[in-house]
Protein backbone atom coordinates (compact mmCIF):
# COMPACT_ATOMS: atom_id res chain seq x y z
CA UNK A 1 0.00 0.00 0.00
CA UNK A 2 1.32 3.46 -0.66
CA UNK A 3 0.94 5.99 1.69
CA UNK A 4 1.91 10.09 1.34
CA UNK A 5 2.78 11.79 4.13
CA UNK A 6 3.05 15.79 4.41
CA UNK A 7 4.73 18.10 6.09
CA UNK A 8 6.36 21.41 6.74
CA UNK A 9 2.45 23.66 6.18
CA UNK A 10 1.89 26.33 8.72
CA UNK A 11 1.58 30.42 9.02
CA UNK A 12 3.56 32.64 7.48
CA UNK A 13 3.37 36.42 6.21
CA UNK A 14 2.74 37.44 3.12
CA UNK A 15 6.31 37.27 1.71
CA UNK A 16 7.49 34.73 3.16
CA UNK A 17 8.81 31.39 2.19
CA UNK A 18 7.81 27.55 3.23
CA UNK A 19 8.95 24.31 2.35
CA UNK A 20 7.02 21.22 1.98
CA UNK A 21 7.57 17.72 2.60
CA UNK A 22 6.11 14.62 0.88
CA UNK A 23 7.18 11.38 1.89
CA UNK A 24 6.32 7.96 0.15
CA UNK A 25 6.20 4.71 1.12
CA UNK A 26 5.17 1.30 -0.50
CA UNK A 27 5.61 0.02 -3.57
CA UNK A 28 5.53 3.00 -6.36
CA UNK A 29 6.54 2.46 -9.86
CA UNK A 30 8.54 4.22 -11.99
CA UNK A 31 8.66 6.02 -13.87
CA UNK A 32 5.62 7.98 -12.25
CA UNK A 33 4.64 11.68 -11.73
CA UNK A 34 4.67 13.61 -8.21
CA UNK A 35 2.77 16.89 -7.91
CA UNK A 36 1.37 18.77 -5.32
CA UNK A 37 -2.04 20.47 -5.36
CA UNK A 38 -4.22 22.73 -3.61
CA UNK A 39 -7.62 23.20 -2.28
CA UNK A 40 -9.26 26.36 -1.67
CA UNK A 41 -12.65 26.10 0.83
CA UNK A 42 -15.57 24.90 -1.54
CA UNK A 43 -13.27 24.61 -4.43
CA UNK A 44 -11.61 21.40 -6.71
CA UNK A 45 -8.14 20.72 -6.04
CA UNK A 46 -5.80 22.64 -8.35
CA UNK A 47 -2.35 21.37 -9.54
CA UNK A 48 0.45 23.97 -7.97
CA UNK A 49 3.43 21.63 -9.70
CA UNK A 50 4.59 18.06 -11.04
CA UNK A 51 7.83 17.21 -11.79
CA UNK A 52 8.33 13.48 -13.58
CA UNK A 53 10.76 10.85 -12.32
CA UNK A 54 13.44 12.16 -14.72
CA UNK A 55 13.06 15.89 -13.25
CA UNK A 56 10.38 17.85 -15.98
CA UNK A 57 8.58 19.98 -14.39
CA UNK A 58 5.28 21.88 -15.05
CA UNK A 59 3.53 24.29 -13.08
CA UNK A 60 0.67 26.66 -13.49
CA UNK A 61 1.07 30.77 -14.32
CA UNK A 62 -0.27 31.49 -10.71
CA UNK A 63 2.92 30.24 -9.38
CA UNK A 64 5.62 29.75 -11.61
CA UNK A 65 8.69 32.00 -10.38
CA UNK A 66 7.85 31.45 -7.10
CA UNK A 67 7.39 28.00 -6.27
CA UNK A 68 9.83 24.97 -6.71
CA UNK A 69 9.02 21.48 -6.87
CA UNK A 70 12.51 19.40 -6.70
CA UNK A 71 12.49 15.14 -5.55
CA UNK A 72 14.77 13.06 -4.22
CA UNK A 73 14.06 9.43 -6.20
CA UNK A 74 16.35 7.55 -3.93
CA UNK A 75 14.33 8.97 -0.61
CA UNK A 76 11.09 9.00 -2.11
CA UNK A 77 10.56 12.14 -1.40
CA UNK A 78 8.94 15.49 -3.19
CA UNK A 79 9.51 19.01 -2.10
CA UNK A 80 7.68 22.35 -2.70
CA UNK A 81 9.91 25.23 -1.76
CA UNK A 82 7.06 28.11 -2.00
CA UNK A 83 8.70 31.69 -2.00
CA UNK A 84 7.21 35.02 -2.07
CA UNK A 85 4.06 33.70 -0.92
CA UNK A 86 0.44 35.46 -1.25
CA UNK A 87 -2.29 35.73 1.06
CA UNK A 88 -4.15 34.15 -1.94
CA UNK A 89 -2.19 31.16 -1.62
CA UNK A 90 -3.49 30.21 1.60
CA UNK A 91 -4.88 26.66 1.16
CA UNK A 92 -4.49 22.73 1.66
CA UNK A 93 -1.60 21.73 0.03
CA UNK A 94 -1.64 17.69 -1.06
CA UNK A 95 0.93 15.24 -2.17
CA UNK A 96 0.22 12.94 -4.86
CA UNK A 97 2.14 10.44 -6.96
CA UNK A 98 0.75 8.89 -10.07
CA UNK A 99 1.93 6.25 -12.74
CA UNK A 100 0.11 4.58 -15.36
CA UNK A 101 0.07 0.13 -16.28
CA UNK A 102 -0.78 -1.15 -19.44
CA UNK A 103 -3.92 -1.97 -17.25
CA UNK A 104 -4.75 0.80 -15.14
CA UNK A 105 -3.78 4.10 -13.72
CA UNK A 106 -2.39 4.69 -9.94
CA UNK A 107 -3.04 7.44 -8.51
CA UNK A 108 -2.30 7.97 -4.40
CA UNK A 109 -2.80 11.05 -2.25
CA UNK A 110 -1.54 12.64 1.05
CA UNK A 111 -3.61 13.92 4.18
CA UNK A 112 -2.95 17.43 3.12
CA UNK A 113 -1.04 19.89 5.02
CA UNK A 114 -2.58 23.39 5.65
CA UNK A 115 -0.51 26.84 4.51
CA UNK A 116 -1.90 29.97 5.56
CA UNK A 117 -0.37 33.16 4.35
CA UNK A 118 -1.32 36.71 6.35
CA UNK A 119 -1.42 40.07 4.91
Known amino acids: QVQLVESGGGLVQAGGSLRLSCAAS????????MAWYRQFPGKQRELVAG???????NYPDSVRGRFTISRDNAKKRAYLQMNSLKPEDTAVYFC?????????????WGQGTQVTVSS
Open 96 to 108: NVAWQTAVRKYDY
Open 26 to 33: GNIFSPNT
Open 51 to 57: ISSGGRT
